[in-house]
């Protein structure tokens, strides 16, 4: 068994109704609290209601930041950041998706050091201190890990850039997962946000930083999300599939934590940075059917457990045979959940491809892959996801 190490600090309250503990949680890290979301509208609605009572019941007094949004910005961040300091918050609460959480994060670092969170990337030679503000999270979706990650993803839309403050002190102090939260969300962000899931548990299994814990957490999560997410992209409301999908995101976010993505996941953070339409999900969707069948031969064992995972009769098979039909057993998996698409269908033009094969060597995620692709290989593949 090789050696690892594994460290996780996020205290986490899973299950249904657990948002009503969502005051006492708050009051434990201070009593002045930035509430960060996207703008409202009618499904948030109730749950922002139930959170505001909740932080006035546990003396906890809240101002609200309502202006996430999708692949947040470095501006985004520095409005909520400004607000933070001047209603003088000694705690950030992220409620909702990925994108809510980690503006938190940044936030959180921003607010109480000088300069911007971009000037704090996992990069920079300058990182987040013992300043940082305490966060605590709430999770809306079942996508991105991020109540469990030191990951924060950021935009930089004058770069064209996306990449992520990346350290421990940026860990959700303690998340809530509660899967009544998700019932209202909609099919195609289930599907978007479970694919990364997927991905998520994935990569860190075929990962080579991988270990024996990542191994056991990230082959739960794929068994859940290759049962379960299909369930709940057709039938929304499906309590069960909701939890079970809770749990799998969760289980993710604890391997990406400690393991770590992939190429697929480089290439998406460049599709989002160049592209800030296109969900993360779907950056991740559109390339995997042609980076599995560049990946398979390499780590073929791994691929045949999955493939197995997807289908049982492959017990009988070699691990190479296996292998080869679990890429084909996860394309039929995209297509169940309608995340099936091409560079076409998210609007990208193949005259772009190059230079978005180049930013896709920016973040290091392409080093962590088993098949260390080169940047002519990127450019095959992205060039292989469109249609024609």
């Given at each position: 068994?090789?050696?690892?190490?594994?460290?996780?600090?996020?205290?986490?309250?899973?299950?249904?109704?657990?948002?009503?503990?969502?005051?006492?949680?708050?009051?434990?890290?201070?009593?002045?609290?930035?509430?960060?979301?996207?703008?409202?509208?009618?499904?948030?609605?109730?749950?922002?209601?139930?959170?505001?009572?909740?932080?006035?019941?546990?003396?906890?007094?809240?101002?609200?930041?309502?202006?996430?949004?999708?692949?947040?910005?470095?501006?985004?961040?520095?409005?909520?950041?400004?607000?933070?300091?001047?209603?003088?918050?000694?705690?950030?609460?992220?409620?909702?998706?990925?994108?809510?959480?980690?503006?938190?994060?940044?936030?959180?670092?921003?607010?109480?050091?000088?300069?911007?969170?971009?000037d704090y990337l996992f990069f920079r030679p300058t990182q987040p201190t013992e300043k940082t503000l305490p966060v605590v999270a709430v999770s809306t979706t079942s996508g991105t890990g991020s109540q469990v990650t030191q990951v924060a993803v950021v935009t930089n839309p004058e770069e064209k850039n996306k990449s992520a403050l990346y350290h421990p002190l940026i860990y959700p102090r303690l998340s809530i997962v509660d899967p009544?939260?998700?019932?209202?969300?909609?099919?195609?962000?289930?599907?978007?946000?479970?694919?990364?899931?997927?991905?998520?548990?994935?990569?860190?299994?075929?990962?080579?930083?991988?270990?024996?814990?990542?191994?056991?957490?990230?082959?739960?999560?794929?068994?859940?999300?290759?049962?379960?997410?299909?369930?709940?992209?057709?039938?929304?409301?499906?309590?069960?599939?909701?939890?079970?999908?809770?749990?799998?995101?969760?289980?993710?976010?604890?391997?990406?934590?400690?393991?770590?993505?992939?190429?697929?996941?480089?290439?998406?953070?460049?599709?989002?940075?160049?592209?800030?339409?296109?969900?993360?999900?779907?950056?991740?969707?559109?390339?995997?059917?042609?980076?599995?069948?560049?990946?398979?031969?390499?780590?073929?064992?791994?691929?045949?457990?999955?493939?197995?995972?997807?289908?049982?009769?492959?017990?009988?098979?070699?691990?190479?045979?296996?292998?080869?039909?679990?890429?084909?057993?996860?394309?039929?998996?995209?297509?169940?959940?309608?995340?099936?698409?091409?560079?076409?269908?998210?609007?990208?033009?193949?005259?772009?491809?190059?230079?978005?094969?180049?930013?896709?060597?920016?973040?290091?995620?392409?080093?962590?892959?088993?098949?260390?692709?080169?940047?002519?290989?990127?450019?095959?593949?992205?060039?292989?996801?469109?249609?024609?």
């Amino acid at each position: 068994m090789k050696d690892f190490e594994y460290y996780q600090p996020t205290e986490i309250k899973f299950g249904r109704g657990r948002l009503n503990e969502i005051g006492e949680a708050v009051a434990r890290f201070g009593k002045r609290c930035l509430l960060v979301t996207v703008p409202s509208f009618p499904a948030l609605d109730a749950v922002l209601e139930t959170a505001r009572e909740k932080l006035r019941e546990a003396g906890v007094e809240a101002a609200h930041f309502d202006g996430v949004i999708p692949n947040p910005t470095t501006d985004v961040v520095t409005a909520g950041a400004g607000m933070a300091v001047d209603f003088e918050a000694d705690v950030v609460l992220g409620l909702g998706g990925g994108s809510s959480m980690d503006t938190a994060k940044a936030i959180a670092v921003e607010a109480t050091h000088e300069g911007t969170s971009w000037d704090y990337l996992f990069f920079r030679p300058t990182q987040p201190t013992e300043k940082t503000l305490p966060v605590v999270a709430v999770s809306t979706t079942s996508g991105t890990g991020s109540q469990v990650t030191q990951v924060a993803v950021v935009t930089n839309p004058e770069e064209k850039n996306k990449s992520a403050l990346y350290h421990p002190l940026i860990y959700p102090r303690l998340s809530i997962v509660d899967p009544e939260l998700m019932l209202t969300v909609p099919e195609h962000i289930t599907a978007s946000t479970g694919f990364d899931v997927f991905a998520h548990a994935f990569e860190s299994y075929i990962n080579p930083g991988g270990s024996p814990y990542t191994d056991l957490m990230a082959l739960e999560a794929v068994r859940l999300a290759a049962r379960f997410l299909p369930t709940a992209v057709r039938e929304g409301d499906n309590l069960e599939a909701r939890t079970h999908m809770a749990w799998a995101d969760t289980l993710a976010g604890l391997c990406i934590a400690n393991a770590g993505v992939t190429l697929p996941h480089g290439i998406g953070m460049a599709v989002g940075g160049n592209y800030p339409h296109v969900m993360h999900g779907e950056a991740l969707a559109v390339v995997y059917p042609a980076i599995l069948r560049y990946t398979y031969k390499t780590v073929a064992d791994k691929f045949a457990v999955v493939g197995r995972i997807f289908n049982q009769s492959l017990a009988g098979l070699g691990d190479d045979e296996a292998a080869a039909k679990a890429c084909d057993l996860i394309e039929g998996f995209i297509k169940d959940i309608k995340m099936s698409i091409c560079f076409e269908d998210l609007k990208i033009p193949k005259e772009e491809l190059k230079a978005l094969a180049e930013a896709s060597l920016i973040l290091p995620d392409y080093k962590n892959h088993p098949r260390v692709a080169d940047l002519d290989e990127i450019y095959k593949l992205l060039k292989k996801s469109c249609r024609i």
